[in-house]
């Protein structure tokens, strides 16, 4: 299988980067899993909220940046693009949590899929069927230890997972795990996830982090390159993956 992105920067695939990607799963009899959230969708929420003055690391606002209408718009549209294409072996939907993306699968299960596409299938993860949003509630200085993408949802959301897991709409329940300690997400300790830019009251510029991270990311690129033996410089080592993008917490202030 092959992981794509609709959303993060620097990791996302366009539309037509997707279907180029489809096309060549199509031939190679590969399954693509996708993480579907709404990019641009994201993006504006983030700048609306930055322009409100919402402190940029704040996990309170997560759930508003990363709505359900964003997962709604993501799961349909890569779903549309992989039957245009016919993917044999199918499409996977990673991590779903908003029942406005149900209907998704349940449709994809009740008619003949076109192009020869293969099964559509989700999965929902344990944290999105324990827990709810009002976690969020509780102040950054708890609420921090729960921001995952898709973030946890309102309770009907959370019914809707359980009741389309019993009736098999999504095939699996599944982790996703991925363990940042309390330092990472405080940034206590600067990770590639939970590098940023803190002023003196504890908050994130998610701007100036961003410029910042892409600049050390580059030199520590630099410094990466070492030279071979009468050969074309190469790469010493290799960055490690990421999962989740936490700079993109912010959200209205009630």
């Keep these: 299988s092959f992981k794509m992105y609709t959303a993060y920067d620097g990791i996302r695939v366009t539309d037509a980067q997707m279907l180029r990607a489809l096309r060549a799963l199509k031939r190679a009899g590969g399954l693509p899993i996708v993480h579907a959230e709404t ?37 349909n549209r890569v779903a549309m693009l992989a039957e245009a294409v016919g993917v044999p072996a199918g499409l996977h939907i990673v991590h779903v949590t908003a029942r406005l993306a149900l209907p998704t699968f349940l449709a994809a299960q009740q008619r003949p899929l076109a192009n020869g596409m293969g099964p559509i299938t989700g999965e929902v993860c344990m944290q999105h069927l324990l827990l709810t949003d009002a976690v969020y509630h509780q102040g950054h200085a708890v609420s921090c230890d729960f921001v995952c993408a898709p973030p946890l949802r309102p309770q009907d959301d959370v ?14 329940v599944v982790t996703d795990h991925c363990a940042f300690t309390k330092q990472q997400r ?5 990770t590639a996830e939970y590098r940023k830019h803190w002023d003196a009251e ?8 961003a410029d910042r991270e892409s600049e050390q990311q580059r030199q520590h690129e630099q410094q ?12 010493a080592g290799a960055a490690g993956g990421r999962c989740g993008n936490h700079d993109n917490g912010c959200g209205p202030r009630a």
């Design 186 to 190: 405080r940034g206590l300790r600067r």
């Design 224 to 235: 990466q390159l070492v030279p071979g033996h009468g050969e074309r410089p190469h790469r």
């Design 159 to 172: 019914d809707a997972m359980w009741v389309a897991a019993a009736a098999g709409t999504l095939k699996f």
């Design 39 to 75: 990019h641009d969708l994201i993006m504006d929420r983030v700048a609306e909220c930055r322009a409100m003055g919402a402190a940029g690391h704040d996990a309170r606002w997560q759930p508003y940046t990363r709505c359900v209408l964003g997962e709604q718009e993501a799961t």
């Design 202 to 209: 504890g908050r994130c510029d998610v701007t100036r982090a």
